[in-house]
């Protein structure tokens, strides 16, 4: 018996994972209790008063964890090969080394389910907003792609250019980021789950490198902090901001976050967030009619402004010149991690993204559905 109860002592720190794995397990079939207990509930507790407090700092907790990962782990193995010339004992302080790592990553796994990985399980936005996900016909896809078409032209219209005729933002992309709250603060009575602590977005220094990675923004859950790219084209940095911010909200999924990025932006009070907003939707709405006929998504290229499509060619061509082995591998672990978390279809759940758009517009009647 004592041995076991020393056995039991000395993998003690694995509880912390066995708990995050049931969770994992658990989760996915309770998604009306986990909506209640951990999004609303346990995920709120904890996310909003860390986020609101790591939203003071002006600058990105999460790349200074990054930028100094790698020294501090040289560090501590340095500080361990020490140790070791110095006793006898090696097996011991391996040993402990050893319990004292597992006991970090035990926790870590726990922490990231209650922090972001239980909000996977969430009800799914469609129920929660009682939007009809079903996609009747292109021809309906048509006429959102061309309402959607028109509302950014308009947009664009009330926006600055710079030299080469790109659009520039209005204010500064500090100001951008503080502001990217302001759609969700506006909607957050007519849908109480977006409703959250933390009010801005944080740039990425490094971003211009960041880019060759293909990533535009990303939700740090361990400090509940959303960094965005601010390298990217000035039309892509607003609709960023706001996606990332639907993660702060409890939002796991990227379909979720993109139709809430585009759902806050386009009611702002900004016509940089409106503009971005309605270029996200054009975007995935356009793609997906690509998809099906050339020649309908032709038909809609005639309802953009000339300024909308330098935008566009804007953005392809900014993509273009990071496309590489790095791009191809950060999209390929991320499309994994998105596998591992539920998401069957990888990284091209982003485009479910289309259904709830097009959900949306027929539940509002935004445009006729014949």
Not at 53 to 71: G, I, K, M, Q, R
Not at 262 to 270: G, P, V
Request: net charge neutral; with cysteine; proline share 4%.
């Amino acid at each position: 018996m004592r041995r076991i109860g020393r056995g039991l002592r000395h993998g003690l720190f694995l509880l912390p994972a066995i708990i995050a794995a049931l969770l994992y397990v658990w989760l996915p079939h309770v998604p009306q209790l986990t909506e209640k207990v951990f999004s609303r509930g346990i995920f709120r507790a904890v996310s909003v008063p860390l986020g609101g407090l790591v939203a003071v700092l002006p600058f990105s907790l999460t790349e200074c964890l990054v930028v100094l990962a790698l020294p501090l782990a040289v560090t501590l193995g340095i500080l361990l090969a020490r140790r070791l010339r110095r006793t006898e004992a090696k097996g011991r302080v391996l040993a402990r080394a050893g319990k004292g790592l597992g006991w970090v990553l035990s926790s870590v796994l726990l922490l990231y389910m209650v922090m972001h990985g239980a909000n996977f399980y969430r009800l799914p936005v469609s129920e929660l907003m009682g939007l009809d996900t079903s996609i009747q016909s292109p021809a309906y896809l048509q006429r959102v792609c061309i309402d959607l078409a028109q509302k950014a032209s308009a947009e664009r219209e009330l926006l600055e250019e710079d030299e080469d005729g790109y659009t520039k933002l209005s204010v500064s992309k500090a100001e951008i980021l503080r502001l990217a709250d302001n759609g969700y603060r506006k909607l957050d009575d007519t849908y109480p789950y977006l409703w959250g602590g933390v009010w801005r977005t944080k740039p990425v220094l490094l971003s211009h490198w960041w880019s060759y990675t293909g990533i535009t923004g990303m939700y740090f859950p361990f400090f509940a902090e959303a960094n965005v790219n601010i390298d990217v084209p000035d039309s892509d940095i607003p609709a960023t901001a706001a996606h990332e911010l639907a993660h702060t909200r409890g939002f796991a999924k990227e379909d979720d976050c993109n139709f809430f990025a585009y759902l806050t932006a386009t009611h702002s009070d900004s016509a940089d967030f409106r503009y971005s907003g309605y270029m996200l939707a054009y975007i995935y709405c356009s793609n997906a009619l690509y998809d099906y006929d050339t020649d309908m998504w032709g038909a809609v290229r005639q309802h953009c402004s000339k300024g909308m499509l330098r935008d566009l060619g804007q953005r392809n061509a900014y993509w273009k010149q990071f496309e590489g082995k790095t791009q191809e591998i950060s999209s390929s672990i991320n499309n994994s991690f998105l596998t591992s978390q539920g998401e069957e279809e990888g990284v091209f759940s982003y485009d479910r993204v289309v259904q709830l758009i097009v959900g949306y517009y027929r539940s509002e009647g935004l445009v006729p559905l014949t």
